[in-house]
């Protein structure tokens, strides 16, 4: 099995930037892709951006596209969502999970990290 751990959220002003690290363990050779979620109170959790473990594809929401970057250093088994020009909205628990071929969650949902910009 796969372990995820998020950490990295905090507190900012919008327009700030934040770096959120999930790091892998356990069955790293198994890792397909691993994306980041979020989930904003009284929200659906929603994809934010995912990378494949190896080759390093990428994919992001539209909500994510020009202002977050995912990025992945596998000697740290380490997953990166660089986060800049933070907006109120994008206040949330962010979590990473392993996603499928097609994108799609496979794995479990861990604790998450919190993420507040204030205005």
């Known amino acids: 099995q796969v372990q995820l751990v998020e950490s990295g959220g905090g507190l900012v002003q919008a327009g700030g930037s934040l770096r959120l690290s999930c790091v892998a363990s356990?069955?790293?050779?198994?890792?397909?892709?691993i994306g980041w979620y979020r989930q904003a109170p009284g929200k659906e959790r929603e994809f934010v951006a995912g990378i494949n473990w190896s080759g390093g594809s990428t994919k992001y929401a539209d909500s994510a596209k020009g202002r977050f970057t995912i990025s992945k250093d596998n000697n740290k088994n380490t997953v990166y969502l660089e986060m800049n020009s933070l907006k109120p909205e994008d206040t949330a628990i962010y979590y990473c999970t392993l996603q499928g071929i097609s994108w799609t969650v496979s794995g479990s949902w861990g604790q998450g990290t919190q993420v507040t910009v204030s205005s």
């Open positions: 356990g069955r790293t050779f198994s890792i397909y892709r």
